[in-house]
């Protein structure tokens, strides 16, 4: 059985979709369940892989595009053709590993700001395909890190209010041209 939803893996010069930076309020509202999957998802699925693609990321949520949608686009491989990405839509978080790591992390939200930030290594996640099947995955490493970074998307968090160096994230958001201000740190 092929995708429902097939982009090539390449930059276009004019992404369909505009990326929203740290600071816009459209960043901090909490996204909306899909009620039903259909073409006009699988399209936003589409455009969403296209703007993640030209932008060298290897994860999107809706809300970073200004849709408030529970959706979120993730290859981990975005220069291997073979690799499909993974599209969840209504996803949910049923488990996380004990074993806390950290590694940095960027956002396309936040271009040129990488930090480190501690997640756990493995979690388990419930969610819906491009068809509308329920789906469960484990996930470890890169992959579940990029899960919980893009989840986080979906409740208005940034990965910038999850660093715990303060002194860093501030030069950081500096050197970027971005306000500290907009930082909302997660207890």
Do not use: W
Not at 88 to 108: D, F, K, V
Request: aromatic share 4%.
């Amino acid at each position: 059985m092929t995708a429902a939803v097939v982009v090539e893996k390449q930059k276009l010069k004019k992404p369909p979709l505009e990326i929203h930076y740290l600071g816009d309020r459209v960043l901090r509202q909490p996204a909306k369940r899909i009620s039903k999957v259909d073409d006009e998802v699988r399209q936003l699925v589409r455009e969403m892989l296209q703007t993640m693609y030209s932008s060298d990321g290897i994860g999107l949520a809706a809300p970073q595009v200004a849709v408030n949608k529970q959706l979120i686009v993730i290859d981990c491989e975005p220069d291997n053709p073979a690799n499909p990405p993974l599209i969840l839509i209504n996803p949910q978080i049923n488990g996380y590993s004990r074993e806390i790591c950290s590694a940095e992390e960027g956002c396309l939200s936040i271009p040129g700001v990488y930090l480190d930030v501690l997640r756990p290594e493995c979690v388990e996640v419930t969610y819906k395909d491009e068809r509308g099947r329920p789906c469960k995955l484990q996930a470890t490493g890169l992959l579940a890190r990029a899960i919980q970074h893009e989840m986080d998307h979906l409740n208005g968090v940034l990965f910038v209010d999850r660093v715990n160096n303060s002194l860093a994230l501030t030069e950081a958001l500096q050197k970027r041209g971005f306000a500290v201000a907009a930082v909302k740190p997660v207890s």
